[in-house]
Nanobody
Framework: QVQLDESGGGLVQAGGSLRLSCAASGLIFSEYSMGWFRQAPGKERDFVAGISWTSGRSPNYADYVKGRFSISRDNAKNTVYLQMNNLKPEDTAVYYC?????????????????WGQGTQVTVSS
């Protein structure tokens, strides 16, 4: 079955960096577009970033992470990454990766077929 395993979360001070990883199995990774979402306590799940399986499309970012976060993927390792720099306390959330077949990236979570269990990111002030 399809499995997405996130890792790399943790506790970091404001201004610090973390790199999240999401290792995929059970699917043809190179045919799936990948997204990162986050959910803070008491809030809805929000889109963070997405990357198509085709290099012909630029990654998509939510406005509140542009210039600070960077998404990338390594198809040889079946892994998508989220590099997070200049972290802020408001970035505190559980971060999830998600996968959907095809070339398009969507900000709507319901467009994605598979989800990981999430990894906690906590940014202290």
């Amino acid at each position: 079955q399809v499995q997405l395993d996130e890792s790399g979360g943790g506790l970091v001070q404001a201004g610090g960096s973390l790199r999240l990883s999401c290792a995929a199995s059970g699917l043809i990774f190179s045919e799936y577009s990948m997204g990162w979402f986050r959910q803070a306590p008491g809030k809805e799940r929000d889109f963070v970033a997405g990357i198509s399986w085709t290099s012909g499309r630029s990654p998509n970012y939510a406005d509140y992470v542009k210039g600070r976060f960077s998404i990338s993927r390594d198809n040889a390792k079946n892994t998508v990454y989220l590099q997070m720099n200049n972290l802020k306390p408001e970035d505190t959330a559980v971060y999830y990766c998600a996968a959907r077949p095809g070339t398009l990236v969507f900000a709507q979570g319901q467009k994605y077929d598979y989800w990981g269990q999430g990894t906690q990111v906590t940014v202290s002030s």
